[in-house]
C-alpha cells in the first residue's frame, strides 16, 4: 500500500529541483490537486504535474484492462441515487463524475487523480460514438476533445439515461450502432415504479433485445432481479 501522508520537503529555488520533488510525490501516490496544496510554488509546473502524472500510470497501467460496464435506464433522481451509492461503497475520490459534453466531459479528470470509476448521470449522447465505445473498451486509448484530451485510465464505467442503448444515438441507423455498444456493456438495469415501489431489473447486456423485451421481462419477474 503506497504512503500517502505528506512528506516533508527541502524547499529549492532550483526548478529542476522542484520537478525531481513533484515525480517522487507522483510514484508516491499523490494526486494534482494534492500536490499542488503542498507546496503553493508548485503550482506554476501544473502543466509539469499533469504530464508527469498522466505518463507515470499510462506505463503502469496495463494495454489491456479487464472492465466493467452497466448502463442504467432511469429517472435523473435515481442516477443521482446511484451515483451516491457508488460513491458511498468505493469513496468519492473514486468516482469521477462524468458531465455529458462533448468537449469537457474530462476536464478535471487528471486533477481528480484519474479514478478507477467514471459516473455519467443523465447520459444523452452529446458525447460522440466513437468516444463512448473507446470509453468502455478493455484497450487504454487516448480520447481527444476540442479543447482537451484524456487517456482511458479508468477500469469501471456507470452509465446512466432516461433512454435505452438503442434510443441515445437516434440519428443513425440503430442496428449499426447498438451491436459494438451491447459487446462492451455488462449488465443493463431498468429501474422503475410499481404501485409506489422502487423496483430494478437487470440483465446482461449480452441477452438484451431492446427496451421493449427488458420490461416485459421485468414485469413477468415482478421484483428485483440482478444477474452478477
Known amino acids: 500500500m503506497k504512503d500517502t501522508s505528506i512528506p516533508v520537503l527541502q524547499q529549492s529555488p532550483n526548478r529542476q529541483q522542484y520537478l525531481h520533488e513533484i515525480t517522487r510525490l507522483i510514484k508516491a501516490g499523490f494526486t494534482p490537486s494534492q500536490i499542488a496544496k503542498i507546496n503553493p510554488r508548485y503550482k506554476r509546473y501544473r502543466g509539469n504535474i499533469k504530464s508527469e502524472f498522466y505518463h507515470w500510470h499510462l506505463k503502469e497501467m496495463p494495454l489491456l484492462k479487464e472492465m466493467h460496464n452497466e448502463w442504467h435506464i432511469c429517472k435523473p433522481d435515481t442516477a443521482i441515487e446511484l451515483y451516491t451509492e457508488w460513491c458511498n461503497k468505493h469513496g468519492r475520490d473514486f468516482v469521477y463524475l462524468c458531465s455529458d459534453s462533448k468537449d469537457h466531459s474530462f476536464d478535471r479528470y487528471i486533477l481528480k487523480g484519474i479514478p478507477p470509476i467514471v459516473f455519467m448521470k443523465n447520459f444523452m449522447g452529446n458525447i460522440k460514438y466513437i468516444h463512448l465505445l473507446n470509453m468502455l473498451d478493455r484497450y487504454k486509448c487516448r480520447l481527444d476533445f476540442e479543447y482537451s484530451y484524456t487517456y482511458t485510465l479508468w477500469n469501471t464505467c456507470i452509465i446512466t439515461s432516461t ?64 444477474y452478477n
Open 163 to 226: 433512454m435505452p442503448p438503442e434510443k441515445v444515438y437516434h440519428d443513425t441507423d440503430p442496428q449499426y450502432l447498438t451491436a459494438p455498444l451491447l459487446r462492451r456493456l455488462d449488465t443493463i438495469t431498468y429501474h422503475y415504479k410499481e404501485a409506489g415501489i422502487d423496483k430494478a431489473f437487470a440483465m446482461p447486456a449480452e441477452d438484451y433485445r431492446d427496451f421493449s423485451d427488458l420490461k416485459r421481462r421485468a414485469k413477468s419477474c415482478k421484483g428485483m432481479k440482478f
